[in-house]
């Protein structure tokens, strides 16, 4: 059976060993990595990889293969804020970039992305209050009735 992979988390969600790893990757080829200290080395790369997060993950990255990648999806999850965790109103998006791009401009410091085994993309986005828990998934028939019920009582 699949198992759940992680396509993306930002780099201070990972072990020591994989900081090291990537900024080891990051300097390769270059001869400046002593002029920084381990804080700074850690910024570069942490800037490094949100560039490749915003520039590739769903144009040329492991978004680029996903089965949600040009279906309609919706966004389903909570919100962690500093009185409690609220669930939020699914909304519905033409696709899994529109979807992602919703997510990422939450104003959030740190993302994790994994597919789960049924092909449903689970966002972490941990911010000062909180975490944030979102899941994509592709739109059925159900999703649109859930859509439907939720606007009616919750207006929107």
């Known amino acids: 059976m699949k198992k759940e992979r992680v396509l993306y988390e930002d780099l201070y969600l990972k072990s020591e060993e994989e900081i090291d790893e990537l900024i080891k990757d990051y300097f390769d080829g270059r001869d400046d990595m ?25 144009k040329n990255g492991n978004l ?24 939020i109103i699914p909304v519905k998006c033409d696709n899994l970039s529109e979807a992602v791009d919703k997510i990422i401009n939450s104003d959030c410091d740190y993302y994790r992305f994994v597919e789960d085994r049924f092909g449903n993309l689970k966002v972490e986005a941990y911010h000062h209050d909180g ?7 592709k739109w059925t028939p159900k999703g649109r009735r859930c859509l439907h019920y939720c606007k009616e009582v919750f207006g929107g």
């Open 34 to 58: 002593d002029e920084y200290t381990r804080e700074e080395q850690e910024e570069l790369v942490n800037d490094w990889l949100v560039d490749c997060f915003h520039d590739d993950f769903g």
């Open 131 to 137: 975490t944030n828990h979102f899941v994509i998934k």
């Open 64 to 87: 680029a293969y996903s089965n949600l990648k040009d279906v309609p999806v919706v966004i389903t999850g909570e919100l962690g804020l500093w009185d409690g965790k609220h669930k």
